[in-house]
């Protein structure tokens, strides 16, 4: 049986702990990491189910090769980068058509900040209406629109963590954009 580990300790010593085989280490990083993890993946799949079965899958992924994780590097940067993985195959095999377009999408869009009630009723009826359009992207769209728009992260982060050139993120970002923008436009001539 191994011995509970204090709950604050760096991820640095649990997978230090966990690599000197007390299995304990890994049982706080799951629980530590899960909820993010698990949000980013349904974030990109958009099934709950889906979502929970590849969750469980980088898990245990992280689980079976954290014995050759290199320290040097931060674990949610790598469980992370297993994840954006994992979503692209599942998204791959799920994928049946591609959409095509030839219309920019207007950036401003995802930044609306509600002034009153009903601003806020809107953006949440948009924010719907997004959710629902988001299976007509590409795997690698979707992947990079949700690490850009939903986690924040930079162009540079996001080429890092998917092992890609800025250009090619930049590529996926411009095409999810069009995509998006031409199956919101019906949404936004209904406003009027």
């Not at 320290?71 to 095509?100: E, P, T």
């Not at 690490?147 to 930079?154: A, G, N, Q, S, V």
Request: net charge neutral; charged share 20%; glycine share 2%.
């Amino acid at each position: 049986m191994s011995p509970t580990l204090p709950s604050d300790l760096p991820d640095s010593q649990l997978i230090a702990t966990f690599q000197s085989g007390n299995l304990s280490g890994f049982n706080l990083l799951y629980h530590r990491h899960y909820s993010r993890i698990h949000g980013v993946i349904l974030s990109v799949v958009s099934n709950p189910e889906d979502a929970l079965d590849l969750t469980q899958e980088v898990f245990l992924k992280a689980y079976q090769h954290l014995n050759t994780f290199k320290l040097a590097s931060q674990f949610y940067s790598w469980i992370y980068r297993i994840a954006v993985n994992r979503c692209i195959d599942h998204m791959r095999r799920q994928s049946k058509h591609h959409v095509l377009v030839d219309e920019p999408f207007c950036e401003e869009t995802f930044y609306r900040t509600p002034a009153n009630p009903l601003a806020s009723l809107e953006r949440d009826e948009f924010h719907q209406q997004l959710h629902a359009a988001l299976p007509a992207l590409t795997p690698n769209q979707r992947t990079v629109f949700v690490m850009r728009y939903k986690e924040d992260l930079p162009l540079k982060a996001i080429a890092h963590q998917l092992g890609r050139s800025i250009g090619t993120v930049k590529a996926h970002l411009f095409h999810a954009r069009r995509t998006l923008h031409d199956q919101l436009l019906s949404y936004f001539q209904c406003e009027l």
